[in-house]
């Protein structure tokens, strides 16, 4: 091939050439552009700590986040959620100096930001005291996870405030917090959004891994400051950069507004200027519970409760909602944790002194979803049907809403049970042979129920049955999902049966935390998945084989196809006897009548359970998620509990 002999380029030509390639800086857009991050996958490279790709995993934020998904509502106007939940009366709001808001937003990192942000909302905090809490942990917030909060920014009552020498972060006492961002990656709420966006078209939760660590780290500050008081709701603001937002939690949702530029706007300190002339119920105490100090009342309640004089006590009333008697009982601390979560009923049950009768009875201060069926009315019904081994019911009713104009998906109701009698957990059992009788009186209350009162429990669960003198009750829920039955977690149907129920009846924890169809598949292992729990109470392990080898013929087990292989009528009947109490009721009946076992000493042993230590090696970056925490048989998982 001849070669080709290359003319060469005159010089004007070559440098013009150059000249119009020179790169052109882009013009600066007027708004930033929302925050980008690779997409990303529910696995890791590994999970080794020697290795680069392991993250460090705080997982109370990774667990709040996910109990949260769903549940942050917005973005509404601040002028609305300021009407809506702080409406006033307070004199003309004091001149804002701007200038002291640009000063703290231009500082570098969110420390710097602190000290000077308290300086400035300090005009507009009269009765309120703003504190620093950044640095020092409070030592019992930890109620949820093993967490210890501190955030940012404590927001106090001046009179609440802790004194010198005290933990100067202590959520027992706070109104509300503060978080400060300093990085847009980390804004946990999508910008520029319609209002009001619920929908899949709109999601107001923005789905990456820092925008829901943060999201968790929120919720977990707010839910220290609710399971460690008696609230109705809390307050806090979070600001990123130069952009803010107000936040309003209750048992029903998280209430967030519309971002505003708080160098600019009079929104944050118009906040804590209604907020420092609210009445305390505004600020979110619940002021239902009125301590008692002393008097003949209070005495003859320690006494009644085993107290002792330096225990505080709380007088709480109860308005009947089909009498409309109102009745009053006096309670120290709740003995029941249900409440430790961001969302949901909050349950407290205690001992209480009833102030009529001088008995001791258990009250149960909860929010209910109002769209359901109160638990009062349900005890009203089943004693009017002579529902056996079910609590005495004494009285039931209303407060108040956690929530007021509802265009929102779920609204919960402070609501008050009081019942005559005060039983153990099931879990507490002295022997096995106890505990299963209390599983056997309990199906007989669910027996009557389903035949007199021709209603379903819908959550039968290890948590759900108590036991006393001569009773085993059922508490009112909606769902546990580790005792849901495998046919309803997979999905196939919406139709609760009365089989769905008696499938929860199994008293054991092999099926805990699986889904529908892993839960199916243990069924079908029969009397395999008994063995591999390794009992050694031989008539325990048996009547839990007979209901195995039983529920397995409603999934396939081997057992039933081979049944049906010889006479598909006898298969057919064998998971139609499962939609009856007779088969359950019996296979216990014929199993306590086993003398030896009823005699026998093998109550409860409590296990240590082994918590894995994870550590930063060198060159990690600390995370707050582990990503395979947020994946969608988890969110599934833990939507289910609310």
Not at 315 to 335: A, G, L, M, Q, R
Request: glycine fraction near 6%; proline fraction near 6%; aromatic fraction near 10%.
């Amino acid at each position: 091939m001849a070669s080709q002999r290359l003319e060469p380029i005159p010089p004007a030509q070559f440098y013009a050439s150059l000249q119009s390639k020179t790169p052109q800086t882009p013009k600066k857009p007027a708004v930033p552009p929302p925050p980008q991050e690779t997409p990303f996958h529910n696995r890791l490279s590994s999970r080794v700590p020697q290795t680069s790709t392991n993250v460090y995993q705080e997982r109370p934020f990774v667990e709040a986040a996910v109990d949260m998904q769903g549940k942050f509502w917005g973005p509404i106007p601040v002028d609305q959620f300021l009407e809506e939940f702080l409406d006033v009366e307070a004199p003309p709001l004091p001149e804002v100096d701007y200038e002291s808001l640009v000063n703290v937003a231009r500082l570098r990192t969110e420390p710097e930001m602190y000290d000077p942000l308290i300086a400035a909302l300090k005009p507009f905090c009269k009765g309120i005291k703003l504190v620093n809490t950044s640095t020092v942990s409070d030592p019992e917030s930890d109620v949820l996870y093993n967490h210890c909060v501190k955030p940012d920014i404590g927001i106090y009552a001046e009179k609440d405030a802790p004194k010198p020498g005290e933990c100067i972060t202590q959520a027992k006492l706070m109104t509300g917090y503060g978080e400060l961002k300093n990085d847009v990656s980390y804004e946990p709420f999508t910008l520029d959004q319609p209002l009001y966006s619920i929908d899949a078209k709109h999601p107001f939760e923005w789905d990456t891994m820092q925008a829901r660590d943060t999201r968790g780290q929120l919720t977990v500050y707010a839910n220290a400051i609710q399971a460690t008081q008696f609230r109705t709701h809390s307050f806090s603001f979070f600001i990123n950069k130069t952009s803010c937002r107000l936040i309003h939690w209750s048992r029903s949702c998280a209430i967030v507004t519309e971002e505003f530029d708080y160098t600019e706007m009079k929104w944050l300190p118009m906040f804590f200027w209604h907020l420092s002339h609210a009445h305390k119920s505004v600020r979110g105490t619940d002021t239902t519970f009125r301590r008692v100090r002393g008097g003949d009342e209070a005495e003859n309640a320690r006494e009644a409760l085993d107290l002792k004089d330096a225990d505080r006590l709380y007088k709480v009333s109860v308005k009947d909602n089909v009498t409309k008697k109102k009745t009053f009982y006096i309670v120290h601390e709740p003995f029941t944790n249900n409440h430790i979560f961001p969302l949901g009923r909050g349950t407290r049950c205690f001992k209480a002194y009833d102030c009529q009768t001088e008995a001791v009875v258990l009250l149960k201060d909860t929010w209910r979803v109002s769209k359901y069926e109160p638990e009062g009315d349900v005890y009203r019904e089943l004693h009017e049907k002579g529902v056996r081994n079910i609590a005495k019911f004494i009285t039931a009713g209303d407060k108040f809403s956690s929530a007021a104009k509802d265009k929102r998906p779920r609204v919960h109701m402070h609501y008050r049970l009081v019942l005559g009698t005060i039983g153990t957990p099931l879990t507490q059992f002295s022997s096995t042979w106890q505990m299963v009788n209390a599983v056997k009186c309990a199906l007989l209350a669910h027996w009557d129920a389903v035949t007199k009162a021709n209603l379903l429990h819908r959550d039968i669960s290890l948590g759900n049955i108590v036991m006393g003198p001569a009773i085993a009750r059922c508490d009112e829920k909606t769902g546990t999902f580790q005792f849901i039955s495998a046919r309803l977690l997979m999905g196939d149907t919406q139709e609760h049966k009365t089989g769905d129920d008696l499938e929860s009846f199994k008293f054991d924890s092999t099926l805990n935390g699986v889904g529908g169809d892993d839960k199916a598949d243990l069924f079908k292992m029969s009397t395999a998945t008994v063995q591999s729990i390794g009992l050694e109470r031989k008539p325990l392990s048996d009547v839990l084989k007979r209901i195995y080898s039983g529920f397995g013929h409603r999934y396939g087990s081997t057992k039933h196809e081979e049944l049906q292989l010889e006479n598909e009528q006898a298969a057919k009947a064998e998971v139609e006897k499962l939609e009856t109490h007779n088969w359950l009721y019996g296979v216990l009946e014929d199993a306590l009548k086993n003398i030896t076992w009823k005699a026998a000493e093998d109550g409860r042993v409590d296990q240590e359970v082994l918590k894995e230590d994870r550590y930063l090696t060198a060159g990690q970056k600390k995370r707050k998620s582990m990503l395979p925490e947020y994946d969608e048989e988890r969110d599934e998982k833990r939507a289910k509990r609310h």
